[in-house]
T-cell receptor
Framework: QKEVEQNSGPLSVPEGAIASLNCTYS??????FFWYRQYSGKSPELIMS????GDKEDGRFTAQLNKASQYVSLLIRDSQPSDSATYLC?????????????FGSGTRLQVQP | NAGVTQTPKFQVLKTGQSMTLQCAQD?????MYWYRQDPGMGLRLIYY???????DKGEVPNGYNVSRLNKREFSLRLESAAPSQTSVYFC??????????FGPGTRLTVL
């Protein structure tokens, strides 16, 4: 079982709609969580980080964390064609000496004009 | 402030050849990482360096070696390239708050 699981998609939404991206993780000791966006042929770039249960909003993006259910999500409001990309969920586990992230395989989002 | 830089951007090797991928960061980060990304597999950790002078294996270290030359530079070496090492390689460095910044990547093809 992968430590961080994501549906590979593609998730297709019309322009202006809300895109909902989901991620589950297996390590209950994971402390911090990240969402990265990756355009085709480019490197991942950080969108959001979340450390506590609940919601965290930044512009059109909202990250949600539920540690009891081991579930992280990313909502994108008013989706734009420029949001079309692969979204990677990552978790930082309890192995704090390593300080490396464990990544999911990513969900491809397509926003239709 | 260039962030994380990697060279080369593209490379084609024949099976058995060797090469070194270079990575440098100018953000004064202690921790640096090498990942590979294959279709459908996400990013997998090859090696990491928690601080200058230390290196450790990640998930997929076989066939690779690393050197943390100084705080800025972390190189990845393929001693005898194999077709299974065809991938996109990303270097990253991490802030104390665990935010990782990635370099632009190296696309490696091994024939």
């Amino acid at each position: 079982q992968k430590e961080v699981e994501q549906n590979s998609g593609p998730l297709s939404v019309p322009e202006g709609a809300i895109a909902s991206l989901n991620c589950t993780y297996s390590d209950r000791g994971s402390q911090s969580f990240f969402w990265y966006r990756q355009y085709s042929g480019k490197s991942p770039e950080l969108i959001m980080s979340i450390y506590s249960n609940g919601d965290k909003e930044d512009g059109r993006f909202t990250a949600q964390l539920n540690k009891a259910s081991q579930y992280v999500s990313l909502l994108i409001r008013d989706s734009q064609p420029s949001d079309s990309a692969t979204y990677l969920c990552a978790a930082h586990g309890r192995d704090t000496g390593r300080r490396a992230l464990t990544f999911g395989s990513g969900t491809r989002l397509q926003v239709q004009p | 402030n260039a962030g994380v830089t990697q060279t080369p951007k593209f490379q084609v090797l024949k099976t058995g050849q060797s090469m070194t991928l270079q990575c440098a960061q100018d953000m004064n980060h202690n921790s640096m990482y090498w990942y590979r990304q294959d279709p459908g597999m996400g990013l997998r950790l090859i090696y990491y360096s928690a601080s200058e002078g230390t290196t450790d294996k990640g998930e997929v270290p076989n066939g690779y070696n690393v050197s943390r030359l100084n705080k800025r530079e972390f190189s990845l070496r393929l001693e005898s390239a194999a077709p299974s090492q065809t991938s996109v390689y990303f270097c990253a460095s991490t802030t104390p708050g665990d935010t990782q910044y990635f370099g632009p990547g190296t696309r490696l093809t091994v024939l």
